[in-house]
């Protein structure tokens, strides 16, 4: 069954501790993205990917850490530096030659 | 001016009624543009895509762009109460290029 996956789907940390939200696909993509969405703000890119290895800061990356060590993967971490981490996070990819973006289910990360 | 500007809504229209969502754009180098739609609380799904300006039907859905405007439509006929979502439009420039979103429109269909 193929597709981008997301765990977990809720997440809750308290303030101060650094977090790890997981995206993996089985599509055989080559670009891996992360955005963050906010109520009223839209969709907001934090780093992306376009070949392992190989990462690029996109809007708002500050307080955010990203690795692509396999093609299927792409953890984001959240860590202490993030001012305001609460948001519904999104992982998206796209294959070779495609305009396009598949996203994942999604992360809500809380942080209390 | 910002790149990409969709009216938040929410639209709220009676079922079976015609839908007509909207974006418009500033940057003419844009040539592929997308309609995602997400529903509340998960990931956006592709709903339409298309590359420069014209139309493109899919079923009930037709996406329509218009280069010269810097305008782009997403038309919903017959609509649904299953149609009810967040209708995010997207556009890039290149093949390679990051993928510029609006902010969504909140569209509900009453019974």
């Known amino acids: 069954d193929g597709g981008i996956t997301q765990s977990p789907k809720y997440l809750f940390r308290k303030e101060g501790q650094n977090v790890t939200l997981s995206c993996e696909q089985n599509?055989?993509?080559?670009?891996m993205y992360w955005y963050r969405q906010d109520p009223g703000q839209g969709l907001r890119l934090i780093y992306y990917?376009?070949?392992?290895?190989?990462?690029q800061k996109g809007d708002i990356a500050e307080g955010y850490s990203v690795s692509r060590e396999k093609k299927e993967s792409f953890p984001l971490t959240v860590t202490s530096a993030q001012k305001n981490p609460t948001a519904f996070y999104l992982c998206?990819?796209?294959?070779?030659?495609?305009?396009?973006?598949?996203f994942g289910p999604g992360t809500r990360l809380t942080v209390l | 001016q910002k790149e990409v500007e969709q009216d938040p809504g929410p639209l709220s229209v009676p079922e079976g009624a015609i839908v007509s969502l909207n974006c418009t754009y500033s940057?003419?180098?844009?040539?592929?543009f997308m309609w995602y739609r997400q529903y509340s609380r998960k990931g956006p799904e592709l709903l339409m895509y298309?590359?420069?300006?014209g139309n493109k039907e899919d079923g009930r859905f037709t996406a329509q762009v218009d280069k010269s405007s810097k305008y782009i439509s997403l038309f919903i006929r017959d609509s649904q109460p299953s149609d009810s979502a967040t209708y995010l439009c997207?556009?890039?420039?290149?093949?390679?290029?990051?993928?510029?979103f609006g902010k969504g429109t909140r569209l509900h269909i009453l019974p």
């Open positions: 599509l055989n993509h080559d670009a």
């Open positions: 298309t590359y420069s300006s």
């Open positions: 990917s376009q070949i392992v290895n190989d990462f």
């Open positions: 998206a990819s796209r294959p070779r030659g495609r305009d396009t973006q598949y």
């Open positions: 940057n003419s180098a844009f040539q592929y």
């Open positions: 997207a556009m890039s420039s290149t093949r390679d290029d990051k993928i510029i």
